[in-house]
């Protein structure tokens, strides 16, 4: 085995962790906002709160990390889809840091504050809202790492920019505002 492998499964590895641990908290909240189950959802968007410092930031650092020595060492930089990678990469980290992180401690605050209410229910929507684009992004990051795909390839990012586009049609179609007020 060599170098090149060990930190290819490592990337790998935190990628995994990063992008299928926070799916699944997005699908848990989706199923119980459709079942109606508010206590399931809330707890949903609690987790991925207090998950996103914990977790969730240094599973994408270290995701990013080995993406950057692999690309150091052996890879290069200058490939389109090390560049579609990388701006997906800092595309979704910025909503992280920038949206979901001050949006979940809004979320909480109102919460510790005045209980459950329906302002701070409507606050972790926002979030839930904004992890649609996320995750099409991410989506994207994905097909990105496996197709590895050139100018050349039309098609593929013809698709891509669509899935893309069908994200930010889902979260921001009806809504301007990111941030909700107070954070």
């Keep these: 085995m060599d170098w090149y492998s060990i930190v290819k499964f490592l990337h790998i590895v935190s990628a995994t962790l990063w992008v299928g ?20 959802k809330l707890q949903a968007m609690r987790a991925s709160g207090q998950l996103g410092g914990r977790f969730f930031a240094p599973m994408s650092m270290l995701t990013l990390i080995f993406g950057l020595i692999m690309c150091g060492f052996w890879v290069g ?31 909480a605050g109102m919460i510790a504050k005045d209980g459950v209410t329906p302002a701070a229910l409507a606050v972790g929507q926002r979030m839930m809202t904004v992890a649609r684009f996320d995750y099409a992004v991410m989506l994207v990051i994905v097909a990105d790492m496996v ?15 669509l899935v893309v586009l069908a994200g930010a049609t889902l979260a921001f179609g009806g809504s301007r505002r990111l941030v909700p007020s107070g954070a």
Excluded: C, H
């Design 77 to 107: 930089f200058s490939d389109l889809w090390i560049l579609i990678g990388l701006a997906g990469y800092a595309t979704t980290f910025s909503i992280g840091m920038f949206i979901f992180k001050p949006t979940a401690e809004l979320m």
């Design 147 to 161: 197709l590895k795909p050139s100018a050349q390839d039309i098609a593929v990012l013809a698709g891509m920019a």
């Design 21 to 40: 641990g926070g799916f699944v908290l997005f699908l848990l909240g989706l199923l119980a906002e459709r079942a109606g189950n508010i206590e399931d």
